[in-house]
């Protein structure tokens, strides 16, 4: 059987595959290459954070990543997780037509809540957006993302790092071996191709892409109109800002967002 291969095969490989006898689905790959592009992100951006808080970031960027690549290939998706100690919100975004991911951390102005908070949005063409929520306890990106499957994908998950930068995760199908999954732990997994019969399916190349731009920034500027960019840039002539969705950092220009105000004005006469 032909084995289907999606994306860009220099980004980082998925491998997804069928357990049979257990009817489970593993999802599993060496996450090097996307943890240094995300590395390089904060570089290039000047984005400093915590040892704690980058570290559970990864976990959650592994854990999106596997679960975006055992999804439909049409769909974008986001994942909020906030977690009271420590006070830090998880942001990741993907797109599995396109094999992206990225995301980023919030760490100040978090609100402080009786809870930890999972919120999903997934966006389908033609389809309304499917939003879900679930609360969790600990600090654990992991546990967290498998208490949101048994929740609200209504089948359970199970993650495992396997290695330093090596995640798994499998999730159940129809007819799954119940007590089998329950019972799964780390020396297992380590051992499933030699002990079960795992037949692989498909491989997915993912890369860290936002799709941000200088020239998107500059799109969202218009909405705001006259008074809101003034506001904004207030009496400077350059402003730095920031990506909602990574945090990526761009310089625009007062003359070139004025420039497009009038053109949006123009066009609209």
């Given at each position: 059987?032909?084995?289907?291969?999606?994306?860009?095969?220099?980004?980082?490989?998925?491998?997804?595959?069928?357990?049979?006898?257990?009817?489970?689905?593993?999802?599993?790959?060496?996450?090097?290459?996307?943890?240094?592009?995300?590395?390089?992100?904060?570089?290039?951006?000047?984005?400093?954070?915590?040892?704690?808080?980058?570290?559970?970031?990864?976990?959650?960027?592994?854990?999106?990543?596997?679960?975006?690549?055992?999804?439909?290939?049409?769909?974008?998706?986001?994942?909020?997780?906030?977690?009271?100690?420590?006070?830090?919100?998880?942001?990741?975004?993907g797109d599995?037509?396109?094999?992206?991911?990225?995301?980023?951390?919030?760490d100040t102005?978090?609100?402080?809540?009786?809870?930890?908070?999972?919120?999903?949005?997934?966006?389908?063409?033609?389809?309304?957006?499917?939003?879900?929520?679930?609360?969790?306890?600990?600090?654990?990106?992991?546990?967290?993302?498998?208490?949101?499957?048994?929740?609200?994908?209504?089948?359970?998950?199970?993650?495992?790092?396997?290695?330093?930068?090596?995640?798994?995760?499998?999730?159940?199908?129809?007819?799954?071996?119940e007590k089998?999954?329950?019972?799964?732990?780390?020396?297992?997994?380590?051992?499933?191709?030699?002990?079960?019969?795992?037949?692989?399916?498909?491989?997915?190349?993912?890369?860290?892409?936002?799709?941000?731009?200088?020239?998107?920034?500059?799109?969202?500027?218009?909405?705001?109109?006259?008074?809101?960019?003034?506001?904004?840039?207030?009496?400077?002539?350059?402003?730095?800002?920031?990506?909602?969705?990574?945090?990526?950092?761009?310089?625009?220009?007062?003359?070139?967002?004025?420039?497009?105000?009038?053109?949006?004005?123009?066009?609209?006469?």
């Open positions: 059987m032909d084995v289907l291969e999606t994306g860009d095969r220099n980004g980082l490989e998925v491998q997804c595959s069928f357990v049979r006898g257990k009817n489970v689905l593993l999802a599993k790959a060496s996450f090097s290459p996307i943890f240094v592009e995300y590395f390089l992100h904060l570089n290039e951006n000047k984005l400093n954070f915590s040892e704690t808080h980058v570290e559970l970031f990864k976990t959650a960027l592994a854990a999106f990543t596997l679960h975006c690549a055992s999804r439909p290939r049409n769909e974008v998706l986001s994942w909020t997780i906030s977690f009271q100690k420590p006070l830090v919100n998880l942001f990741l975004v599995t037509e396109l094999s992206t991911v990225s995301g980023r951390i919030f102005d978090v609100k402080v809540e009786k809870f930890n908070s999972f919120f999903q949005e997934v966006s389908r063409p033609g389809k309304p957006i499917h939003r879900s929520f679930v609360d969790f306890s600990g600090c654990d990106s992991l546990l967290a993302v498998e208490k949101f499957y048994s929740q609200s994908e209504q089948r359970p998950a199970r993650l495992f790092q396997l290695d330093e930068e090596e995640y798994a995760m499998i999730s159940a199908h129809p007819d799954w071996d089998w999954f329950k019972n799964l732990d780390y020396d297992q997994m380590k051992q499933l191709s030699t002990t079960e019969e795992v037949n692989l399916l498909e491989r997915r190349f993912y890369s860290w892409d936002c799709g941000c731009s200088v020239d998107k920034m500059y799109e969202l500027m218009v909405p705001m109109g006259l008074e809101g960019v003034e506001s904004i840039f207030e009496d400077q002539s350059m402003i730095t800002v920031s990506c909602p969705r990574c945090a990526g950092k761009f310089e625009l220009s007062r003359s070139r967002v004025d420039a497009l105000l009038s053109l949006s004005k123009d066009k609209i006469k």
